[in-house]
């Protein structure tokens, strides 16, 4: 039988692909379960200081499998038990201090969206599309698009795209503030790549609180907010690795002004 999902950690960076191929991605039974043990592993081992999230086949992701899941879950209560595992692991990766950044090429539609926005910044194709088309078979939004949609692209174009059986274009997606990039579609996983081994050849700590600040900001007040960025800043400041960096800007800026 086929792994559900690929995974495999290089030199920081680990790699998460969606491996059905055959039904577009789409999450049923055995991708659900494989997704939230992959997410958990790679956000709580030491050696994984970015995620590279991708799938196999023509698209990223057509959600869940609803077909699958009408021939092998019987009730309302299957289906609850199952979205909570495929939350967990969204859960897992937007609360995890570690950045992830999608290559999501072809379709990518319904739940398939809120795996999208599980990422940090995503590269997508100018050939590809984004949409939810929940209602045109009679559900409501799941996967986490109800919670983050709304957050990415406002209320009135969130709803814009669950009340209507609409799939933006490359170009929309990046225009809302969907995706990051929009390259070549034969470009879509090297640029990815690129990003996430910019974040390691970078401040890759760094990258990672600045990523759990900004996720986590609705949690808190304001007052708060501004607590837990002078808290996390001075965390920051205290190590080897930004002292180092403070020293080698001092002396760049040094150099500068001597000219």
């Not at 030199?11 to 992959?38: C, K, Y």
């Not at 609360?95 to 926005?117: K, N, R």
């Not at 939810?132 to 009135?156: E, H, I, M, N």
């Amino acid at each position: 039988m086929t792994d559900p999902i690929l995974f495999a950690v290089d030199d920081g960076l680990a790699r998460i692909t969606l491996n059905r191929p055959d039904r577009l991605n789409a999450f049923g039974p055995d991708l659900s379960h494989a997704w939230e043990a992959v997410t958990a592993e790679a956000t709580s081992r030491e050696d994984v200081g970015a995620i590279l999230l991708d799938a196999a086949g023509p698209a990223f992701c057509a959600g869940g499998d609803v077909i699958e899941m009408s021939q092998t879950i019987d009730s309302g209560d299957g289906i609850l038990a199952l979205a909570d595992v495929i939350h967990r692991g969204i859960r897992t990766l937007t609360e995890s201090a570690i950045p992830v950044v999608a290559a999501a090429h072809g379709a990518t539609a319904g739940g398939g969206l809120g795996i999208l926005m599980s990422s940090d910044y995503a590269v997508i194709g100018e050939d590809s599309r984004v949409g939810c088309l929940y209602a045109k078979v009679g559900l409501t939004p799941d996967l986490s698009v109800s919670a983050q949609l709304a957050r990415a692209v406002g209320q009135r174009r969130a709803l814009q795209l669950v009340l209507q059986d609409r799939m933006l274009s490359a170009q929309e997606a990046l225009d809302w503030g969907l995706v990051a990039e929009v390259v070549a579609p034969d470009q879509v996983g090297a640029r990815a790549e690129e990003i996430a081994r910019g974040w390691l050849a970078g401040a890759t700590a760094a990258y990672g609180q600045a990523k759990r600040l900004v996720r986590s900001q609705p949690e808190r007040t304001f007052a708060e907010q501004l607590d837990e960025e002078a808290r996390t800043i001075a965390a920051a400041f205290g190590t080897v690795e930004a002292q180092a960096r403070i020293a080698a800007f001092a002396a760049a800026s040094a150099q500068k002004t001597a000219r």
